[in-house]
């Protein structure tokens, strides 16, 4: 299957300026990243907040400009197009952003909301945009005369899916969803995952799927990639990172997640300590001040992400192919 | 609609009531005879007047003004016609400086916006913050001087002082809307950053509008209605700086009058031009309102 993304060692560096505008410090906020999303197929960011996966959409979105490192859209670097082009393909690559209540302009309706994308990227003619706004709104459970209102005469699942409606308008082959339900009800966030699920069926678009819950990774995601401080500790098939996790890291998230079953009794691993802060990382893995098993080795060698069989790497020097 | 003209109405009456107050207020104050004193003689304050005989001299000055008593001749003329005559400049200067400082206000608040990108525009900032910490005194001052320098190179545009032409009204203008162009700089440069700061100008970005769209479609419609609140505060700023504005370019409207006014110890025209003062306030906070309620603000977000 073709990646419709690639992405290689993707690293973004903020630097912290003073009043005076002198540089103080330096924050990696990603550290090498790297990783593919084949057509059709969702992967999975999960890991702690401020642990670099929103950063990680915006770098893709080139919201944000990278260090370093290189994004591939379908085989070609969208950090070496120029602008005019990244305008172009931006049509592509889409995004579901978290907060449904600030991500739809205040000020607009839902017929121009949906149709601004039409007229960007001249997906259909002029006189088409109602048709299209309509169809669209049919797509993700709206009825049609919900066009003319504005955003804040919708409930909050409501306005996530005018933001779905939105991201797929240009019909673009990538989607990034950033924590597109963790701030939705309970309730709603089943039936926008399902509405999700049904929508890559049926367009056949690819995801990257930024979450903190695991079962919701879990129900969307096709590859899974767990982050730690800027870095994927360890990436696979999501059948191999929740049934057979190698990385620590991963298996005290793992342990951490609720089951939904009161029967079933668990032995609790709690992670110990704070995430440490990204100015001043640890040396060596930086998962050392946490991780159960560390050794001496840990504080003064990085680990590299190691195969661990097909598709599935976890960056840990205790981590061995089976 | 219903709620947003009930809204309205509360807001006309109650605007309609502050205002009689003031009026009240200015009259009252007006009245209190020029020796009136207040002694503290045995443990009792006594005072050269009583309430009730300075309420009767309001209420009868009230009376005369709402009658439109106001005949007393002023250097050979009706002092209706020069109050009317007065008028007349005084708005000419007060609106030209409104609407020149909040479009210059505007521009140079897009200008110093950093547009969503992280470059510092501290430089840019300074430049606005700047004209609202100089004293109007020394404002004028440079514009007086500036335009003496122009017309010794023949640049006679300016007049540095008096009135009778447009020519002469342009300085005064310029000194009115420093102020208010500072202010309203400030309030639009960081509405349009909070407004870059949204997930939905993200999301423009994302779809590849062009900064140009995004500015004017996006954070433009947005940032107006925040820069909209504070179109009250400069009527407030100007008002209080026309007296000096007009004093010192010798511009002959309303508030010179007045000083006119006080030097001829002429009270009953004191009043007269301070409640037409707190009118125009009264007037233009209304009508800033009333933009603010109605263009900036879609009437369906007000419904809910
Ligand atoms: S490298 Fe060491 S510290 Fe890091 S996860 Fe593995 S065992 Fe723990």
Known sequence: MNNIIEVRNLVKQFELTSKLGLQTHCVKAVNGVSFDVPEGETL????????????????????VKPTSGEIYLEGKDINK??????????????????????????????????????????????????????????????????????PHEFSGGQRQRIGIARAIATRPKFIICDEPVSAL????????????????????????????????IRHMSDKVGVMYLGKIVEIGRVEDIFNNPMHPYTKVLLNSAPIPDPTIIRERQAIKGEVPSPITPPSGCSFHPRCNIAMEICKNKSPELIKINEGHKAACHFCSAE | MYKLAKKTCIRLVSSIAIFIIFAYMVVAICSIPRDFTVSFSKGKLISSYSLKDISTKTNTNITSLVSGNLTNTFKGKNQWEILTEKLGKTLILLISGILLGIVLGIIKGIFDSRKG??????????????????????????LQGMAIWLSKHNITIFKVAGHGTINHTLLPII??????????????ALSIESCYNMDYVKVA??????????????????????????????????????????FMFSYMGLAVTLVQFCKNNDIRGMVVVIIILGAIYFILDGIFQFTKKFVFQSLKEENI
């Open chain 1, 44 to 63: 999975g960011l999960v890991g702690e907040s401020g642990c670099g996966k929103t950063t990680t959409g915006k770098l893709i979105l080139r919201l």
């Open chain 1, 81 to 150: 197009i120029s602008k005019k082009e990244m305008r172009r393909i931006r049509k592509d690559i889409q995004v579901v952003f978290q907060n449904p209540y600030a991500a739809l302009d205040p000020k607009m309706t839902v017929a121009d909301i949906l149709s601004e994308p039409l007229s960007i990227h001249r997906i259909v003619f002029k006189y088409d945009y109602d048709k299209e706004v309509k169809r669209l709104l049919n797509l993700v459970g709206l009825s049609e005369k919900d066009a003319k209102k504005f």
């Open chain 1, 185 to 216: 009800d309970v309730s709603v966030q089943s039936q926008i995952l399902n509405l999700l699920n049904d929508l890559q069926k049926e367009l056949k678009v690819s995801y990257l799927f930024i979450a903190h819950g695991l079962n919701v």
């Open chain 2, 117 to 142: 990108t992280i470059k510092d525009s501290h430089y840019k900032v300074l430049l606005t913050i700047i004209p609202m910490s100089f004293p109007d005194l020394l404002v004028i001052a440079v």
């Open chain 2, 175 to 188: 000194a009115l809307s420093i102020l208010p162009a500072s202010y309203i700089a400030r309030v639009t």
């Open chain 2, 205 to 246: 970005m994302g779809k590849g509008c062009s900064k140009t769209r995004i500015l004017w479609n996006h954070v433009m419609r947005n940032a107006l209605s925040i820069i909209s609140e504070g179109l009250s505060s400069i009527t407030s700023l100007i008002i209080c700086n026309l007296l000096i504005v007009e």
